[in-house]
């Protein structure tokens, strides 16, 4: 059994041991939902000085990672018949992995830190409220949701940058550390986009 959702008065599980390909989908998107309620239990913890709460973030990633492997194990012995679909999904997940890795860390070192400044708040909650954004892009696909997502990368660099003159320098390099999840949501667009329009392709409402 694995824990599919955790919050701080219940937990919901599932076998995952059992599960078929013809669960892929289902998995893959938990892979998604677990990663927001871990982004926003960080968010939480680092305004309300939660320690406990972010303490539980390496439990919750411990889960992430189990859904992510699963997903790749079941694409590299089964796979779509599709192999676009394979690869791009590989693509996806594996940056899915080190976005998780970016939480996690993030999560120890404000644990460390105790309290941070407003600014560094803000920054990190702009930072980590860009994987539901992705999510929201995914499921309801848009090709004008892209420029907002751009945009938005743009916006949170320029404020860290300005941000340099009031926070403190070890709170720079946290902002620095995990401004690199924007980038690899940012090459998770690219996959995304591929991904939809081979789709499109097959579906024969276009052609290269």
Same mark, same amino acid.
């Given at each position: ?82 192999? !676009?679909?394979?690869? &791009? +999904?590989?693509? /996806?997940? @594996? $940056? #899915?992995?080190?976005? =998780? ?75 620095? !550390?995990?401004?690199? &999840? +924007?980038?690899? /949501?940012? @090459? $998770? #667009?690219?996959?995304? =986009? ?15």
């Amino acid at each position: 059994m694995q824990i599919i959702e955790q919050k701080e008065n219940y937990f919901v599980y599932k076998s995952i041991s059992k599960a078929s390909f013809e669960d892929f989908e289902l998995m893959f998107r938990r892979t998604f939902l677990l990663l927001m309620d871990a982004s926003d239990d960080f968010v939480k913890g680092s305004k309300e000085k939660d320690m406990l709460l972010l303490q539980t973030i390496e439990g919750k990633y411990d889960n992430i990672v189990i859904f992510i492997t699963y997903c790749m194990r079941l694409l590299n012995k089964i796979g779509f018949s599709e192999k !676009y679909k394979n690869s &791009l +999904l590989m693509v /996806i997940l @594996s $940056n #899915l992995y080190k976005i =998780a890795d970016i939480l996690k860390y993030a999560a120890r070192d404000v644990a460390r830190a105790k309290k941070l400044h407003p600014k560094t708040e803000s920054i990190l909650t702009e930072i980590f409220q860009t994987i539901r954004v992705y999510y929201d892009l995914f499921y309801k696909y848009d090709f004008t949701k892209f420029s907002k997502i751009y945009e938005r990368r743009d916006n949170i660099l320029k404020e860290i940058e300005n941000a340099k003159k009031v926070i403190p320098v070890e709170e720079i390099m946290l902002c620095v !550390y995990c401004r690199h &999840l +924007l980038e690899l /949501i940012v @090459s $998770n #667009l690219e996959a995304t =986009a591929t991904y939809y329009l081979e789709q499109k392709v097959e579906k024969g409402l276009i052609t290269k």
